[in-house]
């Protein structure tokens, strides 16, 4: 019985200890700004306005179109065209 009192408060003890605080979450990284951005940004004040109002274009703008001219006849060319338009690069 002193054994089972024992071994609960020793296990009561160890419980009530306080936690080690989480480590800091790692700085931010810095932005990289490159010659035609930083030239843009200087030019009309804040980069990250002008920034907001560019519309990239994404997978979803080109589905549409690439459904009425891709079809299983003519995809391998179609491969063929845009490896040739990246290796030229």
């Known amino acids: 019985m002193n054994k089972l009192?024992?071994?609960?408060?020793?296990?009561?003890?160890?419980?009530?200890k306080k936690k080690e605080a989480p480590p800091p979450p790692p700085p931010a990284p810095?932005?990289?700004?490159?010659?035609?951005?930083?030239?843009a940004g200087s030019a009309a004040g804040s980069g990250s306005a002008q920034a907001a109002?560019?519309?990239?274009?994404?997978?979803v703008d080109f589905e549409d179109q690439a459904s009425k001219d891709i079809d299983d006849k003519n995809v391998e060319a179609h491969?063929?065209?845009?490896e040739q338009d990246l290796s030229q690069q």
């Open 79 to 82: 491969v063929k065209a845009i």
């Open 5 to 16: 009192v024992f071994v609960l408060i020793i296990t009561l003890a160890a419980c009530s």
């Open 53 to 59: 109002d560019v519309d990239v274009p994404t997978e």
């Open 30 to 39: 810095t932005p990289v700004v490159t010659a035609d951005a930083a030239a």
